[in-house]
């Protein structure tokens, strides 16, 4: 079955921190990449993306993430986190096989001490 | 604010009542989703309609009812519902349909429903 693993639930960072979370995904087919961050109190977003080309995405707010193939992952990363990344992330997948639907993984909360 | 709105924000209904999600996007775009999110669960994927056709029915329960009368409208028509179904409802817009080069999905801030 198709599936969006996160490996963190909870993260809690202090300021300047570097920030990696994890995203693997079961897929078959073609497979578009994605990571959403919803802050407190708004709406879900979209951090970056990856359809196609260079494996290494850059996204908002100095976020980047990297497609890896041969591990079926899609990690987030930012090398120094500040209290405004607090949020939650979610890393999402569709695939041009499975029909028309995103598979969602279950979320990271992110905490940032200030 | 993303172009996708949705009314109510908030909703507290009865296990007999009726009552309907309004979700309206902005965008120009073509498909349009529902959502549910519940606390520590993955957002799940209720419905999806792309030019008005529903193409997902994600064995959601027939006491959830959607509508798309057109490409900018989707409702959500709860009857008889349970206490398990309160959560955020999401509702969602994408140019294009999952898998699409366009699918990049716009929401909107949810209806906060309570069923007791």
């Known amino acids: 079955a198709q599936s969006v693993s996160q490996h963190n639930h909870h993260v809690i960072l202090s300021e300047a921190a570097s920030l990696e979370l994890g995203c693997n995904y079961s897929y078959g087919g073609t497979v578009n990449l994605f990571w959403y961050v919803q802050y407190p109190g708004q709406h879900l977003q979209l951090l970056l993306k990856y359809f196609s080309g260079d494996p290494l995405v850059k996204g908002i707010k100095g976020f980047e993430a990297e497609f890896i193939k041969s591990k079926f992952s899609f990690n987030l990363r930012k090398p120094s986190v500040q209290w405004s990344d607090t949020a939650e992330y979610f890393c999402a997948v569709t695939s041009n096989t499975g029909g028309f639907k995103t598979i969602f993984g279950a979320g990271t909360r992110l905490f940032v001490k200030a | 604010e993303t172009g996708v709105t949705q009314t109510p924000r908030h909703l507290v209904m009865g296990m007999t009542n009726k009552k309907s999600l309004k979700c309206e996007q902005h965008?120009?775009?073509?498909?349009m989703y529902w959502y549910k999110q519940s606390a520590k669960k993955p957002l799940e994927l209720m419905f999806v309609y792309n030019f008005k056709e529903q193409t997902e029915n994600n064995s959601v329960p027939s006491r959830f009812s959607p509508e798309c009368p057109n490409s900018s409208h989707l409702f959500l028509h709860l009857h008889t519902l349970q206490p398990e179904d309160s959560a955020l409802y999401l509702c969602?817009?994408?140019?294009?349909?999952?898998?699409?080069?366009?699918?990049?999905?716009?929401f909107g801030p949810g209806t906060r429903l309570t069923v007791l």
């Open positions: 965008l120009g775009h073509n498909a």
């Open positions: 969602a817009s994408s140019q294009d349909l999952a898998g699409g080069p366009a699918d990049t999905q716009y």
